[in-house]
């Protein structure tokens, strides 16, 4: 009878068992096992860890039985230098598994995953070689359309042809055998993008083509979003390669939309959530019970779809558009209670000139909520939004790029792998083909708690210089910071002194005031409670306690006034004990101030009476 050949293409794979400086090694076999999975052959002279566990299944006992009593499984010779170390076995002979799970357990001695534990010798794992692995019977996905190389593909191509595509114009001519391996798609993806993507990018495309190529199935439900609003189908077909001539969509999948769409504010939280995830395709599956309560209730907009749409849409963004943000409207100033658009305007104003620009003041004055709403306005959606917190031990490498250790979660190896940080995550999408219109927004919440010279490295240059590049650190890449990418952080001054900034910050942000002392923060409980049809009361007390505090940096915000609990019984009371006068205790530390006398409820009362 003749064995099974090695299966073509397929390197050797290793498990590292760190606990005897040792490794198992092997590789699949061209047969199959009576589980449907490729059969394994586990060479001589792996080792293998003499200690069954409790997790491994009678069968795996059994087997590891056998093989002792055959000569296949051998004790390992003494090691001097290791005269504690635990017992372990070595492969007298090649031994054929009947999956690469069960010779996974026969070398640890528990139940593990195959696909997962064998690594090539990069580290890669032996799921990357395969092509089919298992998944669940129905998936949701998103695929994002509405900015393909400056192109919106969504009404104008996806709901008028019926399909759901990636672009790919560097790949190869797929095999018509099965799904690609994603080693097959890391390896086309390197050879076709070289020079045309960075790393970061191609990992992300190796990513998402392997994702639409092998775990999208027909019948999984795939959603869209546009005009800020979310649009669902179901997948009805397998994937195919087109000939298209501009390279927007190369990869295709039937899809049957659904007529309808669903307004980004009315969506489920969780979802909402995912759809803020960077990637063109975003495996959704743990939101499909909310997906699928949307499809079943879909609202009634009138969606145009046809030819006609096809042909206003893409004339719409085949031209190239020049950089800008939308216009401020009253509409839009009413929702953020800013007082007097014109502030807005100049808000706008500063973001296009300076590129970057920082709120600052007082907690609980709205910083960080008006910098993601302006961005979402000024960038289209949420899409073009990033936000990163900033804390006393974040780095360049958390930032921008560095190595970062991986571990393994079966071996607990450890190995260091050049990684994107948010910045460059940003950055690489915004220097897409055709999304040079596109304005793409980082949020730095808590900008001054970081070392911030630590933290930008070398991007301190870039900031002010955008036209010119600098030779990265880590990937030595030449990069420059794509001037669609604006920055907007904040900047808790009762945390830090703004004092405290340092001059290359100064020169390279605009500063911004938000503080209880100036609009449009000064008059935003007033006009809160007024929308909300409540007495002005709480501000009037919010507006006597500011008045009392020495120190501006330390003035107290109105938005913790704004929340439907301090309305309840006793709900002011209690924010005011336990929310505001400990900011207060904090800041009197040691002074022997009476911080109730000067600033509970009872004596603001009494002042308010007084002036009345």
């Known amino acids: ?136 019977p129905r998936k949701a996905w998103l695929v994002r359309g509405s900015n393909v190389s400056g192109h919106n593909l969504v009404r104008g191509l996806w709901f008028a042809e019926g399909f759901v595509s990636l672009p790919g114009t560097y790949l190869p001519k797929l095999e018509a055998a099965g799904p690609p391996t994603k080693s097959a798609l890391r390896r086309f993806v390197e050879e076709g993008y070289e020079g045309a993507a960075s790393y970061n990018q191609k990992q992300g495309l190796v990513d998402e083509l392997h994702a639409f190529l092998t775990q999208m199935r027909v019948g999984d439900t795939v959603v869209t979003t546009g005009d800020n609003r979310l649009f669902l189908g179901r997948i009805t077909g397998e994937a195919v390669q087109s000939p298209s001539q501009d390279g927007l969509s190369n990869v295709r999948r039937s899809v049957d939309w659904f007529p309808d769409g669903h307004a980004y504010e009315e969506l ?3 979802v909402r959530q995912k759809l803020s995830v960077q990637h063109d395709v975003v495996d959704l599956t743990g939101e499909l019970e909310a997906l699928d309560g949307l499809a079943g209730q879909p609202e009634h907009t009138g969606l145009a779809t046809g030819a006609d749409a096809a042909v206003r849409d893409v004339a719409e963004t085949s031209a190239p558009r020049e950089l800008s943000f939308p216009e401020v409207t009253a509409e839009m100033a009413a929702k953020l209670l800013v007082h007097d658009p014109s502030w807005l305007d100049e808000v706008r104003e500063l973001l296009l000139d300076e590129k970057q620009l920082v709120f600052y003041g007082p907690p609980g004055t709205g910083k960080t909520y008006m910098a993601m709403k302006l961005a979402e306005h000024f960038g289209g959606g949420p899409e073009q939004v990033k936000v990163v917190q900033f804390h006393p031990s974040y780095a360049y490498e958390d930032f921008f790029e560095g190595f970062r250790p991986v571990e393994d979660p079966e071996t607990r190896e450890v190995a260091f792998r050049l990684t994107a940080g948010p910045l460059r995550e940003l950055a690489d999408r915004a220097r897409r083909e055709g999304s040079a219109h596109i304005p793409h927004f980082l949020i730095i919440d808590e900008i001054n708690r970081a070392n911030l010279a630590k933290v930008f490295g070398e991007l301190y240059f870039l900031l002010e210089y955008r036209r010119r590049s600098l030779r990265l650190t880590y990937s030595g890449d030449d990069f420059t910071l794509p001037q669609n990418l604006f920055v907007i952080g904040t900047m808790n ?10 001059a ?109």
């Open 504 to 612: 290359a910050m100064r020169r390279r942000f605009a500063f911004v005031e938000l503080s209880p002392r100036v609009e449009p923060t000064a008059g935003m409980l007033a006009r809160w409670l007024a929308g909300e049809g409540r007495d002005q009361e709480p501000a009037r007390l919010l507006d006597a306690l500011n008045s009392r505090i020495d120190d501006a940096d330390f003035a107290i915000g109105p938005s913790y006034l704004m929340k439907p609990g301090v309305y309840r019984e006793k709900g002011l009371d209690r924010t005011w004990r336990t929310k505001i006068l400990p900011l207060l205790e904090e800041h009197h530390y040691g002074e022997g101030i009476d911080i109730a006398a000067r600033y509970g409820l009872e004596a603001l009362y009494e002042s308010i009476r007084d002036r009345a």
């Open 1 to 136: 009878m003749p064995q099974p050949e090695r299966l073509a293409d397929a390197p050797e794979f290793h498990i590292k068992l760190p606990k005897f400086d040792r490794e198992a090694h092997g590789y699949l076999l061209d047969e199959l096992g009576n589980n449907g999975s490729y059969k394994f052959l586990l060479t001589a002279g792996s080792v293998v860890d003499a200690g069954a566990r409790p997790g491994l299944g009678e069968y795996g006992r059994r087997r590891r039985a056998e093989l002792r009593a055959e000569g296949a499984l051998v004790d390992a010779p003494a090691d001097p230098a290791r005269p504690h170390a635990a017992p372990c076995w070595v492969a007298a002979r090649d031994i054929e598994c009947n999956s690469p799970s069960a010779a996974a357990a026969l070398v640890y001695g528990y139940d593990a995953s195959g696909p997962e534990s064998w690594r090539t010798a990069e580290g890669h794992p032996m799921a990357d070689y395969l092509a089919l692995s298992w998944r669940a």
């Open 268 to 270: 489920p939280e969780e």
């Open 493 to 502: 001054t009762a945390d830090r002194s703004i004092a405290l900034v340092d």
